[in-house]
């Protein structure tokens, strides 16, 4: 069974920087891409960023330079690093993984950003 078990989440001032975890298991295949997509009520959900098992990475549009993603070499472990925080970034964040033909989310995460 797949299991992503995301953390970090939380509220925090415009400007200021959140890391989001996601852990990974029971993923059987080693080529898999790893990525974190951000929703709001109403709205699609939405790229944030993703990176493959070889490290290669894709940023939504909006990301702009602020957000980084990585995960552990060898490992189904991935990091979001948020800096520059803006309230429009203000979303729930899920963690999903792609392997063969699947695909698996985690539960989210709430990142509040707000004065």
């Known amino acids: 069974q797949v299991q992503l078990v995301e953390s970090g989440g939380g509220s925090v001032q415009p400007g200021g920087s959140l890391r989001l975890d996601c852990v990974g298991s029971g993923i059987l295949f080693r080529n898999n891409v790893m990525g974190w997509y951000r929703q709001t009520p109403g709205k699609q959900r939405e790229l944030v960023a993703s990176i493959t098992n070889g490290g290669r990475t894709e940023y939504g549009d909006f990301v702009k330079g602020r957000f980084t993603i990585s995960r552990t070499s060898g490992t189904n472990t991935v990091y979001l690093q948020m800096n520059n925080l803006k309230p429009e970034d203000t979303a729930v964040y899920y963690c999903?993984?792609?392997?063969?033909?699947?695909?698996?989310w985690g539960q989210g995460t709430q990142v509040t950003v707000s004065s």
């Open positions: 999903n993984v792609v392997w063969g033909s699947r695909t698996d």
